[in-house]
């Protein structure tokens, strides 16, 4: 029987998504997960704990630390060997207005009860 899906849920979708060496050599191109993105943002630039980072995304906290764990080897390795990014897929889903998820570095923070913005998933273009 297939495992089924816990989707991760993703507070932010990335604004842009396919980074490359100005200078490369490769043409490799190495594609992170949306769900490993949403760790990089979270622990790195926002600056939460694994634990909180865990219970933002609704998953076990051990299932974070794997997911952070790809997501700096695979940033680690386009760094070191030149390649190109590109974050896209994964098992995942948009938080959504309504959730009230509390997250501080949801984009939904300042949003009203009835958010005019509420955006659809694969349609984050003018957030
Ligand atoms: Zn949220």
Redesign the pocket.
């Given at each position: 029987m297939p495992r089924p899906i816990k989707w991760r849920?993703v507070?932010k979708m990335p604004h842009c998504t396919n980074f490359g060496p100005e200078n490369g050599i490769h043409n490799d191109i190495i594609k992170m997960t949306v769900d490993e993105y949403e760790t990089i943002r979270l622990i790195d630039l926002e600056g939460l704990t694994q634990e909180q980072c865990a219970n933002?995304m609704e998953v076990a906290r051990t299932t974070t630390q794997s997911i952070y764990t790809n997501a700096r080897k695979k940033l680690a390795e386009c760094i070191v060997n030149g390649l190109s990014l590109v974050i896209e897929g994964g098992e995942y889903r948009i938080?959504e207005c309504k959730?009230r998820?509390g997250?501080q570095c949801?984009?939904?923070k300042y949003c009203n009860e009835q958010c005019p913005k509420e955006i659809k998933k694969g349609d984050e273009s003018n957030e």
């Open positions: 849920r507070c933002q938080c959730e998820c997250g949801c984009r939904h």
